[in-house]
């Protein structure tokens, strides 16, 4: 991720609640690609279709993280 794709993740985050694939996984700390490949198998956070835009509401991205919490590498968390 650029200097530049870093500067409006921070603006979309004042800003709009809504981030783009790049901005979200930013904003959660995995891979773009990550969080591609996790969209596609229903592991990751919940998205929004915006016409044919994929877009991550900051509140699911939220929940989403909270859902993955551990109390240690061998706990199973708190899965949906």
Known sequence: MDDDEIIRAAKAKRGSPFLNTA????????SRRTLEKMRLT????????HGRY??????????????ERRESTSDEGERR
Do not use: N
Request: charged letters at 25%.
């Open 23 to 30: 901005q979200a996984a930013f904003y959660i700390g995995l």
């Open 42 to 49: 229903g592991a990751g956070p919940r998205f929004r279709k």
């Open 54 to 67: 994929v877009r991550y509401h900051i509140d699911d991205l939220e929940a989403w993280s909270l859902g």
